[in-house]
């Protein structure tokens, strides 16, 4: 079955500063990777996503990468603001399914 | 209009008894997940729904777990036998095919 890494599993940035979080994926046949973002307490939102048939898509500070030979996409958050802490998580979709990475819990800081 | 609901919002039980937790997704929504959410982990998949299609099941961690879909709305996970590992958030989320899913806002299980 589809597995999804993520990495790092931790990241602090200095606010203003840009934030990077990476995602490898097995099954070749996904076509689908959302990101979700967890604020502390609540429950997951889709914040961006992606199909196979795209390599970038961008809304205003965040964008998402996606390599379909290497299996690896990227979140990418400029100008990063104190709202932006939060757990992100990756996903991709496997079948029907959706399989998440194990998040990254993003801190920034002042 | 109404989101995803879960009850209860917090269940505290006795290791070794039984519990269930209840998911109302949005209605039209076709597609159900069930996730485990344990302190500061990331989502681990149980179980997944589509339409009247066999669930898949594939990631429920024991034959203790059980879920089930009726009238391909409302879905209720069982544990039996709780331990005390089984404690975590379970997450519900609903999509309308495999789009964005929209989760609620989950069950916190604790068991003593």
């Known amino acids: 079955g589809e597995n999804v890494e993520q990495h790092p599993s931790t990241l602090s940035v200095q606010e203003g500063d840009s934030a990077v979080i990476k995602c490898t994926y097995s099954d070749s046949a996904s076509n689908y990777f959302p990101w979700y973002k967890q604020e502390l307490g609540k429950r997951p939102q889709l914040i961006i996503d992606i199909r196979s048939n795209v390599g970038e898509k961008k809304d205003q500070r965040i964008a998402v990468t996606l390599n379909k030979t290497a299996k690896h996409f990227s979140l990418h958050i400029t100008e990063t603001q104190p709202e932006d802490s939060a757990v992100y998580f990756c996903?991709?979709?496997?079948?029907?399914?959706?399989?998440f990475g194990k998040g990254t819990r993003l801190h920034i800081l002042p | 209009g109404a989101g995803v609901s879960q009850s209860p919002s917090n269940k505290v039980t006795e290791k070794g008894k039984d519990v269930e937790l209840r998911c109302d997704p949005i209605s039209g929504h076709t597609a159900l997940y069930w996730y485990r959410q344990s302190l500061g982990q990331g989502l681990e998949f149980l179980i997944y729904f589509q339409g009247n299609s066999a669930p898949d099941k594939s990631g429920l961690p024991s034959d203790r777990f059980s879920a089930e879909r009726t009238g391909g709305s409302v879905s209720t996970l069982t544990i039996q036998r709780t331990q005390q590992e089984d404690s975590a958030v379970y997450l519900c989320a609903s999509s309308f095919s495999v789009r964005e899913q929209y989760f609620g806002p989950g069950t916190r299980l604790t068991v003593t």
């Open positions: 996903a991709a979709r496997e079948d029907d399914k959706i399989i």
